[in-house]
């Protein structure tokens, strides 16, 4: 989910990104309220993220028939190498 | 738009004993979700993508939304067929791949978008911790088996170029059969070793 929030599939999803820190930190809390939240797992989101990235990228490849198979995904393609940069910053 | 099921979903909620249902599918990505108004409540089939051929990872979700709707969580709960199933085949028609499907309550609720607030993430982050404390019980307690993650980032393999993106227009043009295996042969000859 917080990959998506941060990297939005379309760009119509922009205020998703805006308003990412908040709702990353509104949803670790509830988290935090239902079960063991340590703080090495916060510092891995970024990572994780980046992960998810290279998943959706990997369901990409593996099971569409064209790029443009969906809407997005010329778009998201764009986006990847800025988002794992950031990932890693 | 609510329709009559088309007769492939109808064979399918006939085994369930659901007749008379009217459907209307509400999401097509990867898995298509049909919502179903049956008489005695609505319900929601499931049809998993046809690469999605891996039984194991969809009897380990029946088995652990099975076992959070026992505990009260707000998921939906399979159904079983008359057979005692949950998880079904379905063919659109008979020339096309069999796909498996799983019928299950539906949930009401409303699609936030716009309105996404922290207090609508403060929600789904309890949700996640409570389906993270069942699960740590049910592997405990054996009742899921499934030792490896759904899905891995082959992060190793795009970093030493094994893994890439297929040149635009060297996609096939028909669908993949199996995960992987059209695609890697239309790689460029870069990315193969």
């Known amino acids: 989910m917080l990959q998506f929030l941060k990297h939005p599939l379309t760009p119509a999803d922009a205020h998703h990104r805006t308003a990412y820190p908040r709702l990353r930190d509104a949803l670790l ?17 970024d990572p994780l993220i980046a992960a998810g990235l290279l998943i959706t990228l990997q369901w990409i490849v593996d099971d569409w028939p064209r790029l ?5 995904g010329p778009w998201f393609l764009s986006r990847m190498g800025p988002a794992l940069d950031e ?3 | 738009m609510w329709r009559p099921p088309p007769p492939s979903i109808e064979r ?3 085994q369930h004993g659901l007749r008379d249902c009217r459907v209307r599918r509400v999401a097509n990505l990867d898995c ?15 049809i998993y993508a046809e690469e999605r051929r891996d039984t194991l990872p969809i009897d380990t979700e029946i088995a652990w939304l099975l076992a959070l709707a026992d505990a009260g969580v707000h998921v939906p709960r399979p159904r079983a067929d008359g057979a005692g199933s949950y998880r079904m085949r379905w063919q659109a028609d008979a020339g096309s791949a069999a796909r ?11 699609r936030v978008y716009k309105g996404l607030r922290p207090v609508h993430l403060r929600h789904i982050g309890e949700l996640a911790g409570r389906l ?15 030792p490896r ?3 891995t980032a082959e992060v190793a393999a795009w970093a030493d170029g094994r893994r890439c993106v297929p040149e635009a227009g060297r996609a096939p043009s028909t669908s993949p059969t199996a995960a992987g295996a059209t695609w890697q042969k239309t790689w460029p000859a870069c990315c193969s070793s």
């Open chain 1, 29 to 45: 809390e509830g988290y935090a309220a239902r079960h063991d939240l340590p703080d090495s797992l916060v510092a891995q989101i």
């Open chain 1, 68 to 72: 443009d198979h969906r809407a997005w």
């Open chain 2, 132 to 146: 993270h404390g069942s699960a740590r019980q049910l592997v405990a307690a054996r009742v899921l088996s499934s």
């Open chain 2, 100 to 110: 498996h499907a799983v019928l299950m309550d539906w949930l009401p609720g409303r």
């Open chain 2, 12 to 14: 399918l909620l006939a």
């Open chain 2, 32 to 46: 298509a979700v049909w919502r179903v108004q049956a008489a005695q409540a609505d319900m929601a089939l499931r």
């Open chain 2, 149 to 151: 993650l759904a899905h």
């Open chain 1, 87 to 89: 990932a890693f910053d």
